[in-house]
């Protein structure tokens, strides 16, 4: 299994307030991402990491900010976090060229209330 | 854009039953890759494959195969003699980054296979 690690796996929180999710990753793969996972939409990115302090937005980047400092960890920041925003998020993380795949955190579920 | 289209959002069969998960794709670029996810109940994400849009070539691994056809961007994959383990939620994928594996997925099909 990519070595891979989602802190923390479970947390509630209140309307309101800043949230941060760590992602740990043990493979020196180039590139991570943030994904949430909601029914009846799959899994959504929202941002992503190319390297070192280099990142970009996905599909549904508002109200989420990231970054990168070192190449292992990637922080996935909720200023203030919303109800809309009670999701699973994966990290995931790929290497270096085409013939990669991304592989996948355990998860952490988000419910804000 | 790319769009990734799971039109089957549950299946239930019996056990030792052939199943195939539907996949339809949309995109302009003409360098592409698909991909299939598993999430079974315990609820990580384990890739199964990755299939490059050059190479049309189906591809059989024990009790799963992928037809991918160009012509009717689909990519269905089939689950030859189920097994309840096989019960899990399956993702479709789409990336066109050369890079970066960011991917579009479906909506996923939840497949039960029932003893």
């Known amino acids: 299994d990519a070595g891979i690690t989602q802190s923390p796996r479970h947390k509630v929180t209140e309307t309101g307030t800043p949230v941060t999710l760590r992602c740990h990753q043990t493979?020196?793969?180039?590139?991570m991402y943030w994904y949430r996972q909601d029914p009846g939409h799959g899994l959504r990115l929202i941002h992503y990491?190319?390297?070192?302090?280099?990142?970009d937005k996905g599909e549904v980047s508002d109200g989420y900010s990231v970054s990168r400092s070192k190449t292992e960890d990637f922080l996935l920041t909720l200023e203030s976090a919303t109800s809309s925003q009670t999701s699973v998020y994966f990290c995931?993380?790929?290497?270096?060229?085409?013939?990669?795949?991304?592989?996948f955190g355990q998860g952490t579920r988000l419910t804000v209330v | 854009a790319q769009k990734v289209t799971q039109a089957q959002t549950e299946i239930s069969v019996v056990e030792k039953e052939d199943v195939t998960l539907d996949c339809v794709y949309e995109?302009?670029?003409?360098?592409?890759?698909l991909f299939w996810y598993k999430q079974p109940p315990s609820g990580e994400l384990v890739f199964l494959i990755r299939r490059n849009s050059f190479d049309e070539q189906n591809e059989i691994s024990g009790r799963y195969s992928w037809n991918f056809q160009k012509s009717t961007s689909s990519f269905n994959f089939t689950i030859t003699a189920s097994q309840v383990v096989d019960s899990a939620v399956y993702f479709c994928a789409l990336s066109a980054d050369q890079g970066a594996q960011k991917l579009v997925f479906g909506q996923g099909t939840r497949l039960t296979i029932n003893p």
């Open positions: 990491s190319y390297g070192v302090k280099d990142t």
């Open positions: 493979e020196n793969h180039r590139y």
């Open positions: 995109t302009r670029d003409t360098t592409y890759y």
């Open positions: 995931a993380i790929s290497g270096q060229g085409r013939n990669t795949e991304a592989f």
